[in-house]
């Protein structure tokens, strides 16, 4: 089946640095890449859909600055977290829509800790 | 905007038992339903896709059955077992291809031995 990984699957980080997460799918080519953050014990929340080759579409209240998306290719698209907080620990995932019957694929996530 | 409600928000039972997770919406204009499964710490798991012309859809011990009128969804899983405790997720699309993917808060499933 499809399959959508993650790197890193977690990272400590200090404050004021910035961090970069990749997703990639695996064995589909996925034209449509989504990341969102869950806090522990909420649901996910989408934070941005990324679109191959164009700018990505921020939900409202995401910076845009602060959470840099490119999605280069078909099969990666990358999250890079500027300047991280404290408040931006969390548990990030990606997603990639894929196959015939649009199913939306997960990766396995990942854990951000700035210290 | 669509909401996605889920009771109850968390659910223990024996091993063996059947059991019935519920998700409401309030838009019934869908395209389709997914239901997902969460373990600590961990990515989402897809279980179940019903696309909006499709009453039900099963796959070993679950069924997910959709009523698109009245905006609900069950997934019914059937003798329960340890393996099964996660947390349940369900997600609606409002539209093909888009990203509106709307997730319901849970329903954390704990099988008791």
């Known amino acids: 089946g499809a399959v959508v990984s993650q790197h890193p699957s977690r990272v400590i980080c200090k404050s004021g640095t910035s961090v970069k997460i990749e997703c990639r799918s695996l064995?589909?080519?996925?034209?449509?890449m989504f990341w969102y953050r869950q806090f522990p014990k909420q649901s996910l929340m989408l934070m941005a859909t990324?679109?191959?080759?164009?700018?990505?579409?921020?939900e409202q209240g995401v910076e845009k600055d602060k959470f840099l998306i490119n999605h280069a290719s078909l099969t990666l698209s990358t999250l890079t977290v500027t300047s991280a907080h404290p408040e931006d620990s969390s548990f990030y995932i990606c997603s990639a829509i894929g196959g015939l019957a649009e199913t939306q694929y997960f990766g396995p996530g990942t854990r951000l800790l700035v210290l | 905007k669509q909401e996605v409600t889920q009771i109850p928000a968390a659910l223990s039972v024996p091993e063996g038992e059947n059991l019935v997770l519920n998700c409401s919406f309030t838009?019934?204009?869908?395209?389709?339903l997914q239901w997902f499964r969460q373990d600590p710490g961990k990515g989402l798991t897809s279980l179940l896709l019903i696309q909006s012309s499709q009453r039900e859809q099963t796959s070993g011990r679950l069924n997910a059955s959709l009523d698109k009128s009245s905006g609900r969804s069950t997934l019914y899983i059937a003798a329960s077992q340890p393996g099964d405790s996660a947390t349940y997720l369900c997600a609606v699309r409002v539209q093909t291809g888009a990203n509106n993917l709307f997730f319901g808060t849970g329903t954390r499933l704990t099988v008791i031995p």
């Open positions: 990324s679109n191959e080759g164009s700018k990505a579409t921020y």
């Open positions: 838009d019934s204009a869908i395209y389709n």
């Open positions: 064995d589909f080519q996925a034209t449509t």
